[in-house]
C-alpha cells in the first residue's frame, strides 16, 4: 500500500512494514529509473534486519524498469556514495535507515557523482511516480552483476600505512556498518585500538547507533577513560556521522570537529574553500580563516552542503551534526574525518582536550526543539524584536550581535522550530535564550 509519508526530505525511511512495506522498494525502483533515465546503478544496503527483503524488491523493480544493478552487499553509506563515483555509474541506492532505531528502514539515492536526489531535486517525483503505479513497457529486463573491490578501493583512499602508530584509540561502531570496516582500517593504520560494539546487528542491542545524543556516547567515554586511551570514536548506523572524544571522555562538538580537520586540509590546500553550516560556533570560522581558508556559511542538511560545494569549489565541509564532506566525490567520509583527528594528534602532540580547549571559547546550546503549530509567525515575531541585528534568512532566520547569535529553523516533517543560540558569557547566552523562547511561545 502506498505511504505518501515515507518520502522525506532527504531520502525515504519509515518503520517496517507498518510504514514502510519492502514490496514498496519495487515501485520505487521503477521509479527511479523512469524519473532518472539511468542505465547502470549501485545498490547497497546496511545490516537491518529487513533490508535483505527491501533490496531484493528494489533490484526487482530496478532491472524490469530496464536498469543494470550492480550489488556490493553491505555498505557503509559513505563507501556506497564513493563507490558511484569509483564505478562511474549513472546513480546509486542504499536500503539504510542511517541513526534510526532498528524497527526503520529506508532508502537513500543519488544520481551520478554521488549526487544526492532530495525532497527538491527530485525525490517527491519520484514519489508521484510510484504513487500512479502505471509502468512504462521495457523492451529489456536490465542485468544483475556483484562488485567485491569496492572495500579495497575505498580503503586504500582513506587509510595510510601506520598512521595512528603510538595511539590508542576507542572505536564505537555501535553495532552498525562502521564494524564491517573497522578491523581492516586499524590493521592499515596500527596503534592500539579497543573495540566497542563491532558486532553487525541491526536491532542495536547495546545503543542506539546515534552518536548525536550524548546518551549514546556513555560507553565510548567510560572506555577512553577505563583504558587510557587517546582518543575516542563513534559512528552512527551507516557511518556517514562520526563524533570524536577527548581523553578526558567529553565529546567534542561537530563545529569544532569542522574547524580541526579544517586546519589540516588547509595546511594542505592554503587559500581554498571550507562550508560550515549555519548552527556553528564563530570560533569554526574564526579558525579556518585564522588557517588561510575562505570560510563559506551554508544550509543545513547534506544535499543542500553538497551541491553548494560545486558550486563554490569548496573542498571540505563539516556539520554540526556529525557529517564531514570530502573531495573529489562530494560526500561524507567518517574514516577521513578519522584520519585528519589522528594527523591533528601526531602533529600536535598534546592530548584532544588541550588542542579543543581554544576552540571552546564561546557559549553554546545544544539544538532545542519547540512544537509550534505557526513556525513563520514566531520567525517573524523574532524578526521584529530584533530587527536592529544583521538578520539572514539562508535558513530559517539567524540575527547576529558582536556578543551573540541565534538561528531559528523549521523543521521540514514534523511541527517543530529548531533554536541554536551562542554569547561571549553564560549570563548573556541565558538572558536571551529566555527572551527568544518567550517569542517561539507566544
Known amino acids: 500500500m502506498f505511504n505518501p509519508d515515507i518520502f522525506r526530505s532527504y531520502d525515504v525511511r519509515g518503520v517496517v512494514p507498518d510504514e514502510f512495506d519492502p514490496a514498496e522498494a519495487y515501485h520505487i525502483g521503477r521509479a527511479y529509473v523512469e524519473y532518472t533515465q539511468a542505465d547502470r546503478v549501485v545498490v547497497a544496503r546496511d545490516m537491518r534486519q529487513s533490508g535483505d527483503e527491501i533490496e531484493a524488491e528494489l533490484v526487482r523493480g530496478l532491472t524490469e524498469a530496464g536498469a543494470d544493478v550492480v550489488k556490493i552487499g553491505q555498505s557503509t553509506s559513505p563507501m556506497f556514495y564513493f563507490s558511484v563515483h569509483y564505478l562511474k555509474v549513472d546513480g546509486g541506492l542504499m536500503v539504510t535507515a542511517s541513526h534510526n532505531p532498528g524497527k526503520y528502514n529506508g532508502i537513500k539515492m543519488t544520481r551520478k557523482e554521488a549526487i544526492p536526489i532530495g525532497g527538491d531535486s527530485g525525490l517527491y517525483d519520484i514519489r508521484d511516480l510510484a504513487k500512479k503505479r502505471q509502468w512504462q513497457e521495457v523492451a529489456e529486463k536490465g542485468n544483475v552483476s556483484e562488485d567485491t573491490s569496492i572495500k579495497k578501493a575505498y580503503l586504500d583512499m582513506a587509510c595510510e600505512d601506520g598512521l595512528a602508530e603510538g595511539l590508542k584509540i576507542v572505536a564505537d561502531a555501535g553495532n552498525g556498518m562502521s564494524g564491517l570496516l573497522l578491523n581492516d582500517v586499524f590493521k592499515r593504520i596500527g596503534g592500539e585500538v579497543v573495540p566497542l560494539y563491532w558486532e553487525l546487528d541491526g536491532s542495536f542491542p547495546n545503543h542506539e547507533a546515534n552518536p548525536l545524543e550524548e546518551k549514546n556516547m556513555r560507553d565510548l567515554h567510560t572506555a577512553v577513560k577505563e583504558n587510557g586511551a587517546d582518543l575516542g570514536v563513534a559512528f552512527d548506523g551507516d557511518a556517514d556521522r562520526v563524533f570524536f572524544g577527548t581523553e578526558q571522555g567529553v565529546t567534542v562538538p561537530g563545529d569544532i570537529t569542522t574547524a580541526l580537520i579544517a586546519q589540516r586540509v588547509l595546511a594542505q590546500q592554503t587559500g581554498a574553500t571550507i562550508l560550515y553550516d549555519l548552527r556553528s560556533s564563530r570560533a569554526t570560522k574564526e579558525a579556518i580563516e585564522a588557517a588561510g581558508g575562505k570560510a563559506v556559511m551554508s544550509k543545513v542538511g547534506h544535499s543542500n552542503i553538497k551541491k553548494q560545494m560545486r558550486e563554490t569549489g569548496a573542498v571540505f565541509a563539516g556539520e554540526l551534526s556529525g557529517h564531514f564532506y570530502f573531495t573529489p566525490w562530494y560526500a561524507e567520509s567518517g574514516l577521513l574525518a578519522l584520519m585528519a583527528i589522528i594527523k591533528t594528534l601526531k602533529k600536535d602532540g598534546k592530548p584532544l582536550s588541550q588542542i ?64 541554536n543560540m551562542e554569547a561571549n558569557t553564560p549570563q548573556l547566552l541565558a538572558e536571551k535564550r529566555a527572551e527568544i523562547e518567550e517569542l517561539i511561545k507566544e
Open 356 to 419: 579543543v580547549e581554544p576552540l571552546l571559547r564561546y557559549v553554546k546550546t545544544p539544538e532545542i526543539n519547540f512544537e509550534v503549530a505557526d513556525k513563520a509567525g514566531a520567525m517573524n515575531r523574532i524578526k521584529e524584536r530584533f530587527s536592529d541585528a544583521d538578520i539572514l534568512e539562508l535558513d530559517g532566520v539567524s540575527i547576529s550581535y558582536p556578543e551573540w547569535w541565534a538561528n531559528v529553523r523549521a523543521s521540514n516533517t514534523e511541527p517543530l522550530l529548531r533554536l
